[in-house]
């Protein structure tokens, strides 16, 4: 028996060595976030495009996965990473080509984003899956989409992964605090691209 708690502590003192290497607590950091932040279009969004006084060219297309869309005289024109201001601007000098000083406007319906700007939740989470980031979006906005954590997941070790330029940083989010005691303190903002790992318990 004393061998076995040995043993046993020998894996505790892993598990919380393991657990200490994940980073600060991202609630203790003054997180940067984007405050100026415009949507970008993405694969998979559905665009409205609306051009004034000539009903014949309005009309609502999807972004294809190449990130491009064509639209009556204007074929196959790049719109993923693009905002919808950018994008109207675009289709107004090619349509002027055929049309005289068009007025185009560009409705984002459907949002999905481009890929490397989504949240992306993996792990013990309800419905694990990638989501649109919306300004001011926190890590309880995430987790309300996702379905919440399930039974068998360590909440308070979920990690946040954040680039930073070429690299990135991890810090440890406190899901549990959050979801299940009420612990607004552990509720901290998401900037776009970050990833959420909630691992699964050792019992």
């Given at each position: 028996?004393?061998?076995?708690?040995?043993?046993?502590?020998?894996?505790?003192v892993?598990?919380?060595?393991?657990?200490?290497s994940?980073?600060?607590?991202?609630?203790?950091?003054?997180?940067?976030?984007?405050?100026?932040?415009n949507?970008i279009i993405?694969?998979g969004?559905?665009?409205?495009?609306?051009?004034?006084r000539?009903?014949e060219?309005?009309?609502?297309v999807?972004?294809?996965?190449d990130?491009?869309?064509?639209?009556?005289?204007?074929?196959d024109?790049?719109?993923?990473?693009?905002t919808?201001?950018?994008?109207?601007r675009?289709?107004?000098e090619?349509l002027s080509?055929?049309?005289?000083?068009?007025?185009?406007?560009?409705?984002?319906q459907?949002?999905?984003?481009v890929?490397?700007?989504?949240i992306?939740?993996?792990?013990e989470?309800?419905?694990?899956r990638a989501?649109?980031?919306?300004?001011?979006?926190?890590?309880?906005?995430?987790?309300?989409?996702?379905?919440?954590?399930?039974?068998?997941?360590?909440g308070?070790?979920?990690r946040?992964v954040r680039?930073?330029?070429?690299?990135?940083s991890?810090y440890?989010?406190r899901?549990?605090?959050?979801l299940?005691?009420?612990?607004?303190s552990?509720?901290v903002?998401v900037?776009?691209?970050?990833?959420?790992?909630?691992?699964?318990?050792?019992f």
């Amino acid at each position: 028996m004393s061998v076995f708690r040995v043993v046993l502590a020998g894996v505790w003192v892993a598990l919380l060595t393991a657990c200490e290497s994940v980073g600060p607590d991202a609630d203790t950091l003054a997180v940067e976030v984007p405050q100026d932040y415009n949507y970008i279009i993405g694969p998979g969004d559905n665009l409205n495009i609306f051009v004034w006084r000539n009903p014949e060219l309005t009309q609502t297309v999807p972004v294809r996965p190449d990130g491009r869309l064509s639209v009556p005289l204007v074929e196959d024109l790049q719109a993923s990473g693009k905002t919808a201001t950018e994008l109207a601007r675009e289709v107004e000098e090619i349509l002027s080509q055929y049309i005289r000083e068009p007025l185009v406007t560009v409705i984002v319906q459907d949002f999905a984003g481009v890929y490397d700007e989504q949240i992306r939740v993996v792990g013990e989470a309800a419905e694990p899956r990638a989501l649109t980031y919306s300004r001011n979006m926190t890590i309880l906005d995430v987790m309300i989409a996702v379905g919440g954590l399930t039974e068998f997941a360590d909440g308070n070790q979920a990690r946040l992964v954040r680039r930073t330029g070429d690299s990135s940083s991890q810090y440890r989010v406190r899901l549990e605090d959050l979801l299940k005691d009420g612990d607004i303190s552990a509720n901290v903002p998401v900037a776009p691209g970050d990833v959420v790992i909630i691992p699964e318990a050792w019992f």
